[in-house]
Nanobody
Framework: QVHLVESGGGLVQAGGSLRLSCAAS????????MAWFRQAPGKEREFVAA????????YYADSTKGRFTISRDNVKNTLYLQMNSLKPEDTAVYYC???????????????WGQGTQVTVSS
């Protein structure tokens, strides 16, 4: 079992930046792909970004490409999401997830954190 805990959310003005972290514990493995998803009020959860176990491959949603950067530190068992040029439409609960294969499909991730709220004011 892998336990994921997100942190770093908060309230920020449009144009600002935040860095989210996701600490993994338990049966962690650097071979696990990791991802960030988000869910805005009244909307379905959506893919944000994903990174392979080695960190060599990454995918981004079109809406976050060029503004967000996903990274990982396998020594610290921590996943990051650097979010720049934030927009009000980025407001959501952000979740980290882990699985055996890098993918944009949330159903293929086995482990999930509890989420952290990001609110971007206009």
């Amino acid at each position: 079992q892998v336990h994921l805990v997100e942190s770093g959310g908060g309230l920020v003005q449009a144009g600002g930046s935040l860095r989210l972290s996701c600490a993994a514990s338990g049966r962690t493995s650097s071979s696990y792909a990791m991802a960030w998803f988000r869910q805005a009020p009244g909307k379905e959860r959506e893919f944000v970004a994903a990174i392979s176990g080695s960190g060599g491959n990454s995918y981004y949603a079109d809406s976050t490409k060029g503004r967000f950067t996903i990274s990982r530190d396998n020594v610290k068992n921590t996943l990051y999401l650097q979010m720049n040029s934030l927009k009000p439409e980025d407001t959501a609960v952000y979740y980290c997830a882990g699985g055996v294969k890098i993918t944009t499909y949330e159903s293929l991730y086995d482990y999930w954190g509890q989420g952290t709220q990001v609110t971007v004011s206009s």
